[in-house]
């Protein structure tokens, strides 16, 4: 079943919301299509290319539909503490100029306070699923109060580790609510919803304006530190580089900081605050390479990343669309390198996507005829 949809512009839009959406030239096709079947309370489940604008193809109609001074109405459940932090600064950019409030509700940060801010009453809580249910159990989120749920990365919140906390949060839930679900890589689990959420609406964006260049450059295993030593001399470099093992990370932070790289490792066990220094950092450009698996890089918004590469190639093509959905986001271009160490390698770079292959000269990516 398909959404109906409205051709949506800024002129359906709160004119409070003028100035915070003026970076948005024009809404995408996901934020068009969601707007209307979430507007008339539909569940439904958008999956869309990373960089399409999810967060505000499901924000935009949930938060009108909000009602202030009621309290907890609107639940966002996001599977680690950095989308969740994304998520949230985005709600409140959007929520205060209609006087609505916000709380963050994540693992890892002051139970007490977070209880202390829920206990303001505000209209919406964004979440990690642990500390989400801990809440939930202690009756200080209180689930009848909610009349919509969003599950952002879906696919990767009906993984077991996560499931087992947020199917309690949902079977909490009374039986009217809102479900809607997002995510780049969620084309097979609709299925799989339909069970909680009744009537499930599938809106898909498989095309998106963005001009994303791939390719792949082969070199020896044992010269690839090398290779991204000189990639990382390209003028204006700022490369996301991707890694298939946590422990390669630091062996490899090793080696470029010894050649006087500016290349920092970002763990998914470091502190939320230095995390959030070092994305800062990068994004100011003052790390040239930000090292990264893909558990750490889950939920990073970075605006105008030129380059994603490979280092170890993605064992499947939802890391493969994840990773590379950090460039060429909002139809803006972007290069994806792929390191291709041998034939396994190449055989998998090739399932993803044909691409030619290039060498580096001169600080350039050449094609090889």
């Known amino acids: 079943m398909q959404a109906s949809n409205l051709t949506l512009t800024k002129n359906d839009l709160p ?9 948005v030239a024009d809404f995408t096709d996901v934020q068009k299509k969601s707007f209307d079947a979430i507007s008339q309370g539909q569940n439904i489940l958008a999956t869309s290319p990373t960089g399409t604008g999810k967060t505000l193809a499901y924000l935009l109609p949930s938060l009108l539909k909000i009602e202030k ?7 966002i459940l996001a599977p680690n503490s950095e989308l969740a ?3 949230f600064e985005v709600v ?6 209609l006087g609505l409030s916000a709380n963050l509700i994540i693992s890892g940060a002051s139970i007490k306070r977070q209880i202390e801010r829920i206990k303001k009453a505000p209209e919406i809580l964004v979440a990690t699923p642990g500390r989400a249910l801990e809440l939930v159990k202690d009756k200080k989120i209180k689930m ?8 952002d990365e879906v696919d990767n919140l009906l993984e077991d580790s996560q499931w087992r906390f947020v199917k309690p949060i949902i079977t909490r839930t009374p039986k009217n609510y809102q479900f809607i679900a997002s995510s780049a890589t969620a084309h097979d689990v609709f299925s799989s919803m339909q069970d909680f959420a009744p009537d499930l609406v599938e809106i898909n964006v498989e095309k998106t304006g963005s001009s994303v260049d791939h390719f792949m450059i082969k070199v020896e295993n044992r ?3 090398d290779l991204l030593r000189q990639i990382a001399h390209i003028p204006g470099m700022r490369g996301l580089v991707f890694f298939n093992r946590l422990e390669d990370l630091g062996n490899a932070e090793e080696k470029l900081t010894y050649q006087n790289i500016a290349a920092v490792s970002i763990a998914s066990d470091i502190s939320g605050r230095f995390r959030k220094t070092i994305i800062e950092k990068f994004k100011n450009g003052d790390i040239t ?4 698996t893909d558990i750490a890089a889950r939920g990073l918004d970075i605006d105008d990343l030129d380059y994603v590469i490979n280092f170890d190639i993605p064992v499947n093509l939802e890391s493969y669309t994840h990773r590379t959905g950090r460039t060429g986001r909002m139809g803006k271009s972007g290069t994806i390198v792929n390191i291709v160490g041998n034939s396994f390698d190449e055989k998998n770079v090739k399932k993803y996507q044909k691409q030619p292959e290039k060498m580096l000269k001169a ?6 005829k």
Request: zero cysteines; proline letters at 4%; a positive charge.
């Open 15 to 23: 004119d409070v919301w003028q100035a915070p959406l003026a970076a």
């Open 69 to 75: 001074k009621r309290g907890q109405q609107l639940l």
């Open 85 to 87: 932090g994304q998520i």
């Open 92 to 97: 409140k950019t959007l929520s205060e100029p």
């Open 144 to 151: 009848t109060s909610i009349n919509t749920i969003i599950l």
């Open 223 to 225: 010269k690839k530190i």
């Open 289 to 292: 390479l930000l090292l990264a």
């Open 363 to 368: 600080g350039e990516f050449i094609s090889i």
